[in-house]
């Protein structure tokens, strides 16, 4: 199976269980909107009962007035008729409004509750989903279900009030009649079967087909600059065409099995009826010329209409069955994602909680993404409250990771972080993260303005203290200049602002929040020389006074770090001061001279670079 196909494998493999737990289940959202359900129910029985005589009131009107030629009392037939009409007209207004609400709320409810389990998710569930397919769970997935709230189950009761209701109508009439009209109902619904089946599985299939062309588009889109700049747009048109094709082509079958399967019932009911009119002229048309047989022309136009009710049920009962599934199926994918453990929660009785002094310790810590891949083997290492740590490492040497792990975004396999000398387990999740500002290589913008971004929600942090911030790392420069000061609104992902612009921002965010460790994740992107300096002052500015860890790539950065670690293939080679790793000429040596060459070349190293490092001005 190709990665493609085993993504969506899970997708796919769902579509065939069925099951009546998830329907119990589901009744459970009802039940705080029970009393305008249960209204809503009644009302619908109430509805279906009053359809159920209409035909009646034909058989009166043609047996008693038409036929006999009578005119008294014909107003109260008409008043009768009019008021059941009504009332049918009324109660099917009240339910269709109070059914909706109630599914509405319901949707709500779930719409939050899943909101609401995918914040608390854990990142390795963002790592194996395709954002795409977590948007249809919380989307197509939940308008299934109303969808069966505001019309599957409940008009499935209703049709199946009305087919009692006619049938028992029928063989108060005429009950050899009545058994004529039923013959054709077993053909009917065996139709019916084969056509459940079938268009369940092309429902299925459509919605399969349908997460994966949201799936696809999510990606594609996210990255539409990555496609331009490679070229790549007709290999995504490609793949988009084949996406797009498998998805019209699904839709197309169900229609072929919804175009065929109405006409038919359609046929099978005017051949029913055909029987009927031909059993009636057999029984009744010789004696009708002899007067006052009369009575069961009345009785035929009755039947016909009745016929004609009991196959619309009937062909609908199949298709709200397929929203029925359609909705136990999602619900079952709903449950799926809400029922997912979550291992990396606070436990029970945090031994730890609130603010720290900042110690950090890896004790032997051993972690993988996946299975036995280790990407860290073996790490031990101490940083002392206030201590500024650089991590450098080729690229993909498990330097982010390390600073993942120490805000507990994963767990690790073997060996111990602790923080403050308590296990990162052991502490309360959310006063953990707190306690650490982060500075990411890719800073992520949420739509809002400047201001919204360096707060990120929290009250705490006023006006003045964001203006503050930024006025210490550098940032307010730039943010006067805009249109709309710190109002100004930031685009989506922070588009039409630079990559230093972004980082400065985060600066100001790591410094209006204040916490006690400091986690820097250098962007390596070469920016202009003068950024570079902005965003080295705002570098030291925000590492002052705090325990920082720092994924560095700059010399400037490295160099005003109390130690050096070396990460090597996941392992912790070297540790020491920059002299000192200098001076053992290992893997730091090589890594610096690399770097030192590339700086001579490319970038003219800041102008304060020189007179503080004493190799860059021994060569
Ligand atoms: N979410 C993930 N799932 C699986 N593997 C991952 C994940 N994130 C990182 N890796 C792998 O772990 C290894 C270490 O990645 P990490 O991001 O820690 O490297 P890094 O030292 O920060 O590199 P860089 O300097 O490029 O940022 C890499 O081999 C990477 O492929
Ligand atoms: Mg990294």
């Known amino acids: 199976m190709s990665v493609e196909a085993q993504k969506y494998h899970e997708e796919d493999a769902i579509g065939k269980t069925y099951d009546l737990k998830v329907a119990g289940r589901l009744l ?7 009393k305008t359900a249960t209204l809503a129910l009644t009302l619908t ?11 009646y009131f034909t058989k009166v ?5 038409i036929t006999p030629k009578r005119t008294d009392g014909v107003w109260l037939f008409a008043l009768a008729f009019f008021g059941v009409f009504l009332l049918r007209f009324l109660f ?5 409004i109070l059914l909706n609400r109630v599914g509405q709320q319901v949707m709500f409810d ?5 909101f609401t389990k995918l914040q608390h998710q854990e990142i390795a569930y963002y790592d194996k989903y395709p954002v795409g397919r977590i948007i249809t769970r919380i989307t197509s997935d939940v308008d299934a279900l109303n969808e069966m709230f505001t019309s599957g189950v409940i008009d499935v009761l209703g049709d199946l009030v009305i087919i009692f209701a006619i049938i028992g109508m029928m063989f108060w009439l005429d009950w050899k009649l009545a058994i004529v009209t039923l013959i054709t109902v077993p053909i009917l619904f065996a139709c019916t079967n084969w056509f459940r089946k079938h268009a369940r599985r092309g429902f299925d299939r459509v919605r399969t087909r349908n997460a994966k062309l949201n799936a696809f588009l999510q990606e594609y889109l996210s990255g539409a600059q990555t496609v331009q700049l490679m070229n790549a747009e007709s290999k995504a048109r490609k793949r988009f065409h084949e996406i797009n094709d498998d998805y019209r082509n699904a839709n197309i079958e169900t229609i072929y099995y919804y175009s065929v399967f109405y006409p038919l019932v359609d046929f099978i009911g005017a051949f029913g009826i055909a029987l009927v009119i031909f059993s009636f002229g057999y029984e009744h048309l010789p004696t009708l010329s002899s007067a006052g047989e009369a009575i069961s022309i009345g009785i035929l136009a009755a039947f016909i209409q009745y016929s004609l009710q009991l196959f619309q049920p009937i062909r609908d009962l199949s298709d709200k069955f397929n929203v ?5 199926v999602a619900s079952h994918r709903i449950f799926i994602l809400l029922d997912l453990d979550i291992d990396i929660k606070s436990p029970e009785h945090p031994k730890k909680s609130g603010k720290i002094d900042g110690r950090i310790e890896f004790q032997n810590v051993w972690f993988a993404y996946k299975g036995e891949d280790w990407i860290l083997k073996d790490i031990s290492f101490a940083v002392e409250p206030g201590e500024s740590i650089a991590l450098v490492g080729h690229t993909g040497s498990g330097k982010t990771t390390i600073t993942n792990l120490l805000m507990r975004f994963y767990d690790v396999q073997k060996g111990k972080i602790l923080v403050d000398g308590v296990d990162v387990r052991d502490w309360d999740l959310h006063d953990l993260r707190s306690n650490f500002a982060v500075v990411l290589q890719d800073v992520f913008l949420f739509s809002g303005s400047i201001e919204d971004n360096i707060r990120l929600g929290n009250k705490e942090i006023d006006h003045d203290r964001i203006e503050w911030a930024a006025k210490e790392v550098r940032a307010d420069d730039f943010v006067r200049k805009l249109d709309d000061g710190y109002a100004s609104l930031v685009k989506e992902r922070g588009a039409g602002l630079s990559v230093g612009q972004k980082q400065l921002i985060s600066f100001a965010r790591a ?4 916490p006690k460790i400091l986690i820097l994740d250098e962007a390596t992107s070469s920016i202009d020389t003068e950024t570079e300096q902005l965003i080295q002052q705002a570098v030291e500015r925000v590492m002052e006074k705090r325990t920082s860890l720092v994924v560095a790539h700059r010399l400037s950065t490295i160099q005003r770090c109390d130690r050096i670690m070396v990460l090597h293939h996941g392992e912790l080679r070297e540790s020491g001061t920059h002299n000192e790793l200098l001076g053992i000429r290992g893997l730091y040596w090589r890594l610096y001279q690399l770097q030192y060459s590339d700086e001579k070349l490319h970038i003219s190293a800041p102008a304060n670079l020189d007179s ?8």
């Open 28 to 34: 459970r959202y009802l039940k705080p909107y029970w």
């Open 45 to 55: 029985f109430l509805t279906n009962v009053l359809i159920s005589t209409q035909p």
């Open 61 to 65: 009107a043609v047996d008693d007035f």
């Open 92 to 96: 099917s207004y009240a339910q269709e």
């Open 110 to 114: 779930l719409r939050t509750e899943i």
């Open 324 to 328: 029925l599934q359609a909705a136990i």
């Open 511 to 514: 410094l209006a929040f204040d």
């Open 612 to 619: 503080e490092n004493p190799i860059a001005s021994m060569s």
